[in-house]
């Protein structure tokens, strides 16, 4: 269970990660060393996964954005596996999550351009190991992208 404290201070850094210790320890209320103790043991037990910066993916040349439901053909581990490796190792999937419901995972991928998208469903997705078939849909207009958790 978290303290009143550590939820602070997991507000703070989830609002600026880049705060430093003595302005993280102003915002939650306590002094610096305490305040360094704690952010250590939340990263330690795996509460604070690590720190990020946030790309503006347009800036850097990729303007799709999509999600495309995956089926697999067998459902084996062995197969599972190969496919997992797959999507890893590709960098425009951004996102993987096994879902519950019509269909396996949901990928989320970048893209440059439609080209490049249809490249990577049609060249490299369709070939991924028991890749069955696939749905897409393209993002029009992102209007809240990973919020805070609420803690």
Do not use: W
Request: glycine letters at 6%; one cysteine or more; aromatic letters at 6%.
């Amino acid at each position: 269970m978290l303290t009143p404290t550590e939820r602070a201070i997991l507000k703070e850094l989830q609002k600026a990660g880049r705060l430093s210790n003595v302005e993280l320890a102003q915002r939650a209320g306590l002094s610096e060393s305490p305040c360094l103790r704690r952010v250590k043991h939340l990263e330690a037990t795996g509460i604070i996964k690590g720190y990020t910066a946030i790309i503006d993916q347009r800036k850097v040349g990729f303007d799709v954005t999509a999600f495309i439901q995956v089926n697999l053909d067998q459902r084996s581990e062995t197969e599972t596996k190969k496919f997992l490796k797959a999507v890893r190792q590709e960098d425009r999937i951004i996102d993987c999550t096994a879902m519950s419901g019509g269909y396996d995972y949901l990928l989320k991928v970048i893209a440059q351009n439609i080209d490049d998208f249809a490249d990577l469903t049609m060249r490299r997705l369709l070939r991924f190991p028991g890749v069955k078939d696939v749905s897409s849909a393209f993002v029009l207009e992102e209007l809240k992208t990973r919020g805070p958790i609420p803690v």
